[in-house]
C-alpha cells in the first residue's frame, strides 16, 4: 500500500454472502492505512440483504464522502446491480487484475463488486490493490462516453 493509497478513504459493504470477505479486506484496509468506512453488515446473519448495505454505500461514493466503495454479496452480482441504481455510482463485478485496473482507468470505476464465494482472499486483495491505485485517465474520449452516462442519469431522475 503506497502512501497516496493510504489516505484514501475507502467505504466497504456486504451482505452475509461477502461478510467474511469484507471483514478480512476491511482489516487488511485498515493495516495498510487507509481509512475505512463499514456500511454493514457488522454482523454475519443469514437472511440480510445487499441492497440495505450496498445502496448507502453506493450514495456514499457518488457523493464523495468516500473516495472508493468495495461491495461484495455472494456472487458480487446483486450488489453491482443495486450499486449501478445510484446515479453517480459506477460499479462492476471484478474478477481479473487488467479489468481492476483498466476500469478506473477508462471507466472510472468507483465501486469495485466482489463475490465472497467466488474469490478468496488473497486474489481479493490483489484485486482491491489494483482497483485502488488505478486512476482514472481523463481522455476526452473517455469523458465523452462517461458523459452520455450522466446524461442518462439526468433523464432518469427528471423522468
Ligand atoms: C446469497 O443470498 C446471494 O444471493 C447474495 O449474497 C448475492 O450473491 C446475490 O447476488
Keep these: 500500500m503506497t502512501a497516496v493509497q493510504s489516505l484514501m478513504r475507502i467505504g466497504v459493504a456486504a451482505d452475509h454472502g461477502g461478510y467474511d470477505l469484507k471483514e478480512q479486506l476491511a482489516g487488511m484496509l485498515r493495516d495498510g492505512g487507509c481509512a475505512v468506512v463499514d456500511f454493514g ?4 446473519v443469514e437472511d440480510d440483504d445487499y441492497p ?3 445502496v448507502p454505500l453506493a450514495r456514499a461514493v457518488a457523493r ?9 454479496c455472494g456472487s458480487g452480482v446483486g450488489a453491482c446491480v443495486a450499486a449501478n441504481k445510484v446515479p453517480g455510482a459506477r460499479a462492476c463485478l471484478i474478477h481479473d487484475i487488467f479489468s481492476a485496473r483498466q476500469g478506473v482507468e477508462d471507466d472510472d470505476l468507483n465501486v469495485m463488486c ?3 464465494r467466488v474469490v478468496g482472499q488473497a486474489l481479493a ?8 491505485a488505478a ?7 473517455y469523458r ?4 452520455k452516462i450522466s446524461e442518462l442519469e439526468r433523464q ?4
Excluded at 432518469?156 to 423522468?159: A, E, G, L, P
Design 41 to 44: 453488515a457488522w454482523q454475519l
Design 52 to 54: 440495505d448495505f450496498v
Design 64 to 72: 464523495r464522502k468516500v473516495d472508493r466503495g468495495l461491495a461484495i
Design 135 to 141: 486512476r482514472f485517465n481523463g481522455a476526452a474520449r
Design 125 to 132: 486483495w490483489k484485486l482491491l490493490e489494483a482497483f485502488l
Design 144 to 147: 465523452r462516453r462517461l458523459g
Design 156 to 159: 432518469q431522475v427528471s423522468s
Design 114 to 116: 466482489l463475490g465472497g
